[in-house]
């Protein structure tokens, strides 16, 4: 299965990045040969429906769980229709994420957050 | 011949510039501010026609679609994102270009039209006015702005645009023959007027500057205009008749003074078309 966490950084001690469509990369674990993936988020530079571009992104790679803060109305679509099951993130580093969600403690994203959320943050 | 009338920063006088400049040259009115069309409250004239405006958006066949996604990677504006089993269309960031329609292989996509606002068109005594109006929500003037510009006809107009200098603004002054910009004498004034100058000169428009609320004390736009050699058109002082006549709705060349100083402006404005 893999893992998308919304990071800050392209490395494991990067810290999640609490924004989804504007962060500026993925960081993709995947749990059965224990490998990170990092990929540039296209969302970053879009000049408008980041989190489409973002939630595409994700869904493209084959994610089935994503960690982030907050998901936009489009991004949360998006996410949906690709049967990504989104969670709430600590704001930790993408390792500490991990862990977490491995461990059964966060929490899921029922309700998409405000629109644009992560613009000029 | 067609008059734009902008400004860059918002709350200058655009407005009531172009009414006030429709009226006393006997000119046809278009309010291209399709966000805040407002220039009505001041011409008053009878709407005799509206109609609908609408951008074509795709509509996707799900019994055709193969979801091979070649519509979501065609689109710039991110309108299009395909899942594992379908497309999703986010309507409001389709600019109906038509590209998911094209390089679709199966012939899924048609295109069905999408209102996004109206434009009225009415009379006030001779002057023939249109206003656009965009729907509140919706987040593209452009195609509204587009379709005013088509029901313009050859005679005399004066173009209010939107403030900025953003695509709305490119779209009204698209194919003018001079541009007015309105300026108020405050560095927030320069500082946007000139981004609107840029403007007008990439766009190869003939164009000269009129200062609204203008401050003999503080005439940094004279100043700007001498060095720049741009032609100053005109001024309206900062004045507390203007704005009793203004709040009431009424249009400034009611009155005597004012009737003379937009005649003059006019006068002028045909001369920066004359020596282009």
């Known amino acids: 299965m893999k893992i998308c966490v919304s990071s800050l950084g392209n490395e494991k001690g990067a810290m999640m990045d609490s924004r989804f469509g504007r962060c500026p990369y993925f960081a993709i674990y995947d749990t059965e040969t224990k490998t990170y993936e990092f990929i540039e988020n296209s969302g970053v530079t879009a000049s408008g429906g980041a ?65 644009h959320f992560g613009m000029g943050k | 011949m067609k008059i734009a009338v902008l400004s860059g920063k918002g709350g200058t006088g655009k407005t009531t510039v172009s009414t006030n400049l429709a009226k006393i040259m006997n000119w046809n009115y278009v309010d291209c501010d399709v966000e805040e069309p407002n220039g009505f ?66 012939n899924a996509i048609t295109e069905e039209g999408r209102t996004i606002g109206k434009i009225d068109i009415g009379e006030a005594e001779a002057i023939k006015c249109m206003r656009g109006i965009l729907d509140i929500g919706e987040p593209m003037a452009p195609p509204i702005i587009k379709r005013l510009k088509e029901l313009v006809d050859d005679s005399p107009t004066i173009i209010d645009c939107s403030p900025g200098s953003s695509c709305s603004v490119v779209s009204a002054i698209d194919g003018v023959d001079v541009a007015v910009l309105v300026t108020e004498a405050t560095p927030f ?32 736009i004279t100043r ?12 309206i002082p900062y004045d507390k008749k203007a704005a009793v ?30 020596c282009s």
Do not use: W
């Open chain 2, 189 to 220: 004034g320069l500082h946007d007027l000139k981004i609107a100058v840029e403007l007008v000169r990439q766009m190869n428009i003939p164009f000269g500057i009129i200062v609204n609320r203008a401050d003999e004390e503080h005439d940094l």
């Open chain 2, 41 to 106: 409250i001041f011409l008053k004239p009878k709407v005799i026609k509206t109609e609908e405006v609408k951008i074509p958006v795709p509509k996707i066949d799900e019994e055709k679609c193969i979801n091979c996604n070649k519509c979501v990677a065609a689109c710039q504006f991110n309108a299009l994102a395909g899942t594992k089993t379908d497309i999703i269309l986010f309507e409001k960031l389709c600019h109906g270009c038509g590209a998911c329609t094209l390089v679709c292989p199966v």
């Open chain 2, 245 to 274: 006549l203004y709040s009431k709705g009424k249009l400034l060349v009611e009155d005597k003074e004012y009737n003379d100083r937009f005649k003059e402006i006019g006068e002028k404005i045909l001369e920066v078309k004359a």
């Open chain 2, 224 to 235: 700007y205009c001498e060095e720049e050699k741009i032609n100053l058109l005109g001024k």
């Open chain 1, 51 to 115: 989190g489409i571009a973002a939630g595409q992104q994700v869904v493209n790679k084959g994610v089935e769980v994503l960690i982030t803060g907050f998901l936009g109305p489009n991004a949360m679509k998006v996410l949906m229709g690709g049967k990504v099951k989104p969670y709430h993130g600590k704001g930790g580093t993408i390792e500490e994420e991990i862990k977490l969600y491995e461990e059964g403690k966060l929490e899921i994203i029922e309700n998409a957050g405000p629109a």
